[in-house]
């Protein structure tokens, strides 16, 4: 097996003599067939190959086994964004009537799509803290859970998740883990390693590492044995009438059931496929991907490093410092580095906040986070900007919290930005 950084620039695709170097975009709705019989082998699930790129793509397929092989998976697909990625890994595999257990630290997003949306459906979720102890985790399942969600580290609050705990708890429940892990991406962490079942990523981040087209992925590790567990699972281990009767499980076995009924269920019903020439700038982002994380989490530590020791500044929270609550956390699952972005407060509270990030020349105040360029939010001032000070405080974003992403510029720039800009600060 070759080596990850090897991985990031020729995984996924091999190609023969006189055909591209680099994976080609297939910028096409259709695709044709010599005759009707041929194209019907497709619709029934017996041959492969592409009839309409709402549901698959040659380009974005190509990109995905890149992914897959990264993370060590056994089969990956695509979707448009992170969020599409989280909510078709949940659909999959519930309807209205079941549950779902998810750390209580993860995206603003994935929390309100838990909570709000998948609840109007018919899906409930229960969020336990992800420091909780076991028998609270264990306290939250019922009969009628589907499956454990948690982030690696957790955005914006930076929490590490315990993988190997919750993938051990998961299982002792029979259902299956499910890992965001966006942030670390499978250069830092892969969750497969430590247990996980089902790995998702918003690749608009660091993947992609250039803030050029939203995305999303899911990962199977082929581990889960749904069969194991079919009275939870029918649609993976009974017939599926939409689909000429197939059983998932039967035809593709464990190792490919979960992705192709995600395929030809959920991107036929609702189409979340991204364009294939984003995903053809998304291999160009992952073919540095091995090159970039490192120097990402060295600027980090070392502006971590530096906003500790400032009188100005009340607290940090970054896994690479010593004195963070989750240093040993990371140590065990993200021992080469977590990734760039840290979070922090000043002692002036919200008003000093705002008046740092006005004098920053380096770091572009943006929604985004986790791409080459340094990115600085406020959140409090924008996207919790309809909460109160005591709301803020109770959703773990308090009043004074900048989040921080370091990006790749030279580390002495970044670190004289912020100098300079603290200087203004009363």
């Keep these: 097996m070759s080596k990850i950084a090897t991985q990031c620039v020729q995984g996924g695709y091999t190609p023969k003599n006189g055909e591209p170097r680099q994976i080609p975009i297939i910028q096409s709705t259709t695709f044709k067939y010599d005759t009707s019989e041929d194209m019907g082998l497709l619709f029934d699930l017996k041959a492969s190959g592409y009839f309409y790129t709402r549901l698959q793509n040659p380009t974005n397929d190509l990109v995905a086994a890149k992914i897959c092989e990264l993370e060590g998976g056994t089969a990956a697909v ?79 609050a930076l929490d590490i998740l315990d993988i190997e705990r919750f993938a051990n708890i998961a299982h002792a429940n029979g259902v299956p883990l499910i890992v965001d892990n966006t942030f670390p991406t499978p250069i830092n962490c892969r969750p497969f390693e430590w247990g996980a079942d089902i790995v998702t990523h918003a690749t608009t981040k660091y993947m992609d590492g250039h803030g050029t087209c939203v995305g999303g992925a899911i990962v199977d590790s082929g581990n889960f044995c749904w069969d194991d567990h079919a009275d939870k699972y029918p649609g993976l281990t009974t017939p599926d009438a939409s689909y000429h009767g197939i059983t998932y499980t039967k035809q593709f076995g464990q190792a490919g059931a979960f992705i192709t009924k995600c395929v030809a269920q959920l991107m036929r019903d609702f189409g979340c496929i991204p364009s294939p020439h984003n995903s053809f700038l998304l291999n160009l982002g992952l073919e540095s991907l091995h090159v970039r994380m490192p120097r990402h989490c060295e600027n980090a530590q070392a502006v971590a490093e530096f906003l500790e020791k400032h009188p100005k500044v009340a607290w940090v929270n970054f896994c690479g410092l010593p004195s963070n609550r989750y240093y040993a956390l990371a140590q065990k699952y993200l021992p080469n580095g977590s990734c760039g972005v840290i979070s922090f407060g000043l002692k002036g509270g919200r008003v000093a906040a705002e008046e740092f990030m006005k004098h920053l020349q380096v770091a572009i105040i943006a929604t985004h986070v986790a791409d080459a360029h340094s990115c600085i939010l406020h959140p409090a001032n924008a996207t919790h900007r309809q909460l109160s000070d005591d709301e803020l405080r109770a959703c773990g974003v308090g009043p004074d919290l900048i989040r921080l992403s370091v990006g790749i510029e030279d580390v002495a720039d970044i670190l004289a930005d912020v100098e300079n800009a603290l200087t203004f600060v009363k």
């Design 78 to 156: 695509l979707t448009s964004s992170g969020q599409a990625a989280n909510f078709f890994s949940i659909f999959n595999i519930c309807s209205a009537g079941d549950h779902v257990v998810a750390s209580s630290a993860i995206y603003g997003g994935t929390f309100n799509l838990f909570g709000v949306t998948m609840k109007r459906m018919g899906i409930d979720f229960t969020f336990v803290r992800p420091d909780a102890t076991d028998d609270e985790i264990h306290a939250a399942f019922r009969p009628n859970t589907k499956a454990l969600f948690g982030e690696t580290i957790a955005n914006p």
